[in-house]
């Protein structure tokens, strides 16, 4: 029988573990100096990735401070150290105060915590590694590779950032939510955890976008997908929230200017060629004065990556403190770093990299806590159904873009435009995850490429129009009696409503439709 060797000795005692204390100042730091900053490494770092035992006290009291209801600064953290007969050991206020000193902006906070939790991480492996050593030797284990599969499991959740939640704190936050959003619809607003896209006619039906959540809006060439989602994201800005689009299509004037042009109601080709009049001239430097000061950034380049995407995203997350929306436009025109070149040409399937892109959206949604509106094409097989109305099955070359979405928006139509100008481009919600499936209506002004929502306008309420601003919301039921949860409350029949007086319609729809 084969005699196999024990591996050399590891020789791990005259080593020093991984470590990065610069990192480390860099966190304390950026914490002592903006609450923010401590809120957002938080989500990030535990007091055990950080190497220096005084760091970890520190960034504990940080910790503790905060949760407690208080500036998490040089007061309210060496307080706590002398309370807890720590301050001494950690190297005094004056230690803390030249951490504080030690960074010029805390807008790297994130930066400087995921290079601690990346060598805490390095310093988990290894030990696990030595502890798999010493178990291979132990003879009291039933089963050692089952003992080694959930260490390495338990590992691999603290590094991703994975853990359990316990059904009770979950159902408070759900509840708490509830009461927020309940307390928004009755007052005519919309949730305050979503996000608005600026059209009443959309926002009825998705309830707003929320955080994390990667919606996808699909059309043919020309319908007008880029024109709706820059009109989204310029009235998500107007709102006062970041917005974030990346164009691998447009560059950054071209799609300032339809802004312009939507806003100012001057005639895009009168812009293009300078033959616009004075009063339009007048009212298109306005719309400028207005965009001036809007929280929205431009990111074009025909070869933009996912990889740029995030970077780009993440810098502009630290400047401003959040982001409201990211716009892609498109997801098929996304280029590639050398890596994924060589994936691509190895795999030879389109289908796979669109899949690793629409996942890699996703992904960076839910890292960024941002809803992510990405735009795509949709497959020739739309334009020989009667009526031209997109199915799912019509996303161009990949199933993974449903599945990756929570929401997807198709839009079709009739290129053709009447004398004034006007189209009419339906929608429809076809995916919605967590909330209703419907149609709705857009009104199309091609010289100035802006997109009308109709019901923004008028709406029917207790059998006739009115404008939107005069109806009033059906009143609450009324209170449940004491011990009752769930008391049968039935809303009016309005499984097809006219909604505005163009006729725009709004139905809820089954999987089937």
């Given amino acids: 029988m084969e005699r196999r060797e024990l591996p050399a000795e590891l020789g791990l005692v005259d080593r020093v573990p991984p470590q990065d204390l610069d990192a480390e100042i860099g966190v304390l730091g950026s914490c002592l100096v903006s609450p923010e900053a401590a809120e957002r490494v938080s989500e990030i770092l535990a007091p055990e990735d950080f190497y220096r035992q005084a760091h970890a006290e520190i960034y504990r009291a940080v910790l503790r401070t905060q949760r407690g209801g208080y500036a998490p600064d040089l007061i309210g953290v060496s307080s706590y150290l002398r309370e807890k007969g720590l301050l001494d050991t950690c190297g005094g206020y004056e230690y803390l105060m030249d951490l504080a000193a030690s960074i010029p902006t805390a807008g790297h906070a994130e ?17 696990l590694g030595a502890r798999l050593v010493e178990r291979g030797f132990a003879q009291d284990l039933d089963d050692p590779l089952d003992w080694a599969a959930g260490e390495a499991t338990r590992l691999a959740d603290r590094t991703t950032g994975a853990e359990y939640h316990r059904i009770g704190d979950v159902a408070q936050r759900v509840v708490a939510e509830m009461e927020e959003a309940r307390k928004a619809y009755w007052s005519g607003n ?9 059209f009443p006619s959309l926002d009825d039906l998705t309830a707003g976008f929320a955080p994390g959540q990667m919606i996808t809006l699909a059309a043919r060439p020309s319908v007008g997908k880029s024109a709706f989602a820059m009109d989204i994201a310029a009235n998500v800005a107007r709102a006062g929230k970041p917005v974030i689009a990346f164009s691998a299509e447009m560059q950054a004037e071209e799609l300032v200017s339809r802004v312009l042009s939507g806003l100012s109601g001057a005639d895009g080709r009168s812009v293009m060629t300078g033959s616009i009049s004075d009063d339009m001239a007048e009212s298109f430097h306005e719309a400028a004065r207005v965009v001036q000061g809007l929280p929205f950034a431009i990111y074009d380049d025909s070869n933009i990556t996912l990889r740029t ?15 409201g929306l990211i716009v892609i436009d498109y997801l098929q025109l996304l280029g590639e770093t050398a890596e994924e070149y060589d994936r691509k040409r190895a795999s030879s399937n ?23 509106l990405a735009l795509s094409q949709l497959s020739r097989e739309v334009e020989k159904r009667q009526g031209g109305e997109p199915q799912l099955s019509d996303l161009r070359e990949s199933g993974s873009i449903e599945q990756d979405s929570s929401t997807v928006i198709f839009l079709w139509g009739p290129l053709e435009t009447d ?9 429809k919600v076809a995916k919605n995850r967590g909330g209703k499936l419907g149609r709705f209506l857009m009104r199309f002004f091609g010289p100035t490429t802006k997109f009308h929502d109709p019901l923004s306008q008028s709406v029917w309420s207790q059998g006739e129009v009115k404008p939107r601003y005069q109806t009033q919301q059906t009143p609450p039921p009324p209170e449940q009696p004491p011990g009752v949860l769930l008391a049968p409350h039935t809303p009016p029949d309005a499984s097809f409503t006219e909604r505005t007086s163009r006729g725009c319609h709004v139905k809820d729809m089954t999987i089937d439709d």
């Fill in 111 to 127: 930066h400087y915590a995921r290079s601690v939790r990346k060598v805490a991480a390095q310093r988990e492996l290894i030990n």
């Fill in 190 to 198: 919309i949730a305050p955890n979503r996000l608005p896209s600026g």
């Fill in 309 to 323: 995407i995030e970077r780009k995203a993440r810098r502009f997350k630290a400047e401003h403190g959040e982001i």
């Fill in 350 to 372: 389109r289908n796979e990299e669109i899949s690793r892109l629409s996942r890699g959206i996703k992904n960076l949604a839910k890292a960024l806590k941002c809803p992510i």
């Fill in 419 to 427: 004398a004034a100008g006007w189209r009419d481009v339906s929608g």
